[in-house]
């Protein structure tokens, strides 16, 4: 039986540890700052993106993985005789996907098999955990993408953020918006819903409160949770962590409660502060 090797992208945001431990492999997407492009995770991390918005005043561009960087990234695990199982950012959120699909086509049928997460960050990492489990069970490839898509409408992304600002300048909320969450002190409260980000609930005054409705929603369904794993994933936010993993703890302790730091195209378009609560339904 050939050997499955499972491909993720740098947006899915696991630690080094999990990619380590799980022999996941990371194909980076690119932030630019003028002319200079990082590879995110590789050439830069999130902690030197922030520096070098506050040094310039302006935030970097993103861009997609190519299809030439997927078949160059794919080429040596099929001349060792491998199947790759590539689950990636959504297709609605970035043309990565598109990439991937067209990269497939240079290889062999069933040597490249690509999964539309519909999500980001760890919410994609949710998925590759359980697309980890498959593969130790012995499951095929085909068998892996049908159970995978059919856990893809169970995720459950929702993110605090305590400015619009990136996301503003990004082009990715309105003018109202930013009016609203500056003037009102607003923070909004974003899910991935059917496949692209919207505005899920707004808080006002402090960010404990985003926390603490967020909080509210996970123990208000504790009992249709897959508590297999749960994910808090931040972009240099430790207080909010802290106070976050002590209090699911507290409400309803999952099996594995993993912390994770938001990588630098997340954290590019949401911005530092930034934290998130992801989960499965069952």
Do not use: W
């Amino acid at each position: 039986m050939n050997k499955i090797v499972l491909v993720a992208d740098s947006t899915c945001d696991l630690s080094k540890e999990i990619i380590e431990q799980r022999n996941i492999k990371i194909i980076p997407l690119y932030v630019t700052f003028d002319e200079n492009t990082y590879r995110d995770g590789v050439d830069i991390t999130t902690k030197e993106l922030y520096e070098k918005v506050d040094q310039t005043g302006k935030l970097p561009k993103t861009s997609a993985i190519s299809p030439g960087d997927f078949i160059s990234f794919f080429e040596p695990f099929i001349e060792e005789g491998n199947e790759v199982i590539y689950i990636s950012i959504g297709s609605k959120l970035s043309g990565t996907y598109n990439s991937a699909n067209l990269a497939k086509d240079s290889f062999d049928d069933g040597k490249i098999t690509v999964i539309d997460s519909k999500n980001l960050s760890s919410g994609i990492g949710l998925l590759v955990l359980k697309a980890s489990d498959m593969i130790n069970k012995g499951m095929t490839p085909k068998e892996i993408k049908e159970a995978v898509e059919l856990l893809v409408p169970k995720v459950r992304s929702q993110f605090a953020i305590p400015t619009l600002d990136y996301l503003y300048k990004g082009g990715r909320c309105s003018t109202l918006s930013m009016l609203v969450g500056g003037v009102l002190l607003v923070k909004p409260i974003i899910q991935v819903k059917d496949g692209a980000m919207d505005v899920y609930k707004k808080a006002m005054g402090k960010m404990t409160r985003a926390l603490d409705i967020m909080l509210d929603d996970y123990e208000a369904l504790k009992d249709d949770i897959d508590d297999t794993y749960v994910m808090i994933t931040h972009s240099i936010a430790e207080k909010s962590s802290q106070y976050m993993i002590e209090e699911v703890n507290r409400r309803y302790q999952p099996k594995q409660l993993i912390e994770t730091q938001a990588g630098c195209v997340i954290s590019s378009h949401c911005g530092k502060g930034t934290i998130g609560i992801l989960y499965l339904m069952k």
